[in-house]
């Protein structure tokens, strides 16, 4: 009879390798990472960002993400910074600056929902990251949205401010307050434009902004 087989004789499994990361240039790889990124937060939300979830999703190891990124805080703030180019960089556009003439209130504000709405059919994931609720949010994001958001409601702030003193017969409106509320309400329907699209569409949402914003200042002569 032949001795028993000892668990030492026995053929050992390979150890499953991490995948391959084929050499990139460095702007590639770090576009790839942030890539992932997004799509982590996207479809898992803030609770479940981490480096080995990017490194997942890139299907790279976690060397190659800390090759990019010193870590996830870095990594993040690129990814607002590439995604704040994309979306408050065009989203500042729709106000004018403060040197331009003023203009009809609710012909203006109807005509940002309308931008408002094409940048979110075209960008969602982006905005998805910005309007996103807050959950588990890393604080290096929450603090640069809220950094992007004061900019975008001082820019409303300063175009109601210009408009208002422009007309001597306007309403004695609040430009600070009216400026949070306006933001307020376009954050607001923007989430129902990410999330239940059919529920409130453009062509209704700048409707009315155009017969309350009418109302209470109405337009001249």
């Not at 790889?29 to 937060?41: F, H, Y």
């Not at 603090?143 to 004695?172: K, N």
Request: proline share 9%; hydrophobic share 40%.
């Amino acid at each position: 009879m032949s001795a028993p087989t000892s668990s030492e004789d026995k053929p050992r499994k390979p150890r499953k390798r991490r995948p391959y990361a084929p050499r990139v240039p460095i702007e590639q790889r770090r576009e790839q990472l942030l890539d992932a990124a997004l799509a982590v937060i996207v479809n898992d939300g803030y609770d479940r960002i981490s480096i080995d979830a990017i490194a997942k999703r890139a299907d790279v190891a976690r060397a190659v993400v800390y090759g990019a990124y010193d870590n996830l805080d870095a990594l993040l703030t690129a990814l607002l910074d590439r995604q704040q180019a994309r979306a408050f960089g065009r989203l500042l556009e729709t106000i004018p600056n403060t040197t331009e003439g003023p203009r009809d209130p609710a012909v203006f504000v109807s005509e940002t929902v309308r931008r408002m709405s094409a940048m979110l059919h075209e960008d969602p994931d982006t905005w998805r990251l910005i309007l996103l609720p807050p959950g588990n949010m890393p604080p290096v994001v929450r603090d640069r949205i809220e950094v992007d958001r004061e900019r975008f409601r001082l820019r409303v702030e300063s175009w109601i401010s210009r408009a208002l003193t422009a007309r001597g017969d306007a309403p004695a409106l609040d430009p600070q307050i009216l400026a949070h509320a306006l933001v307020a309400c376009a954050e607001h329907f923007a989430r129902f434009a990410l999330t239940d699209p059919g529920r409130f569409d453009a062509a209704r949402l700048t409707g009315q902004v155009e017969v309350i914003l009418g109302a209470i200042w109405p337009r001249t002569p």
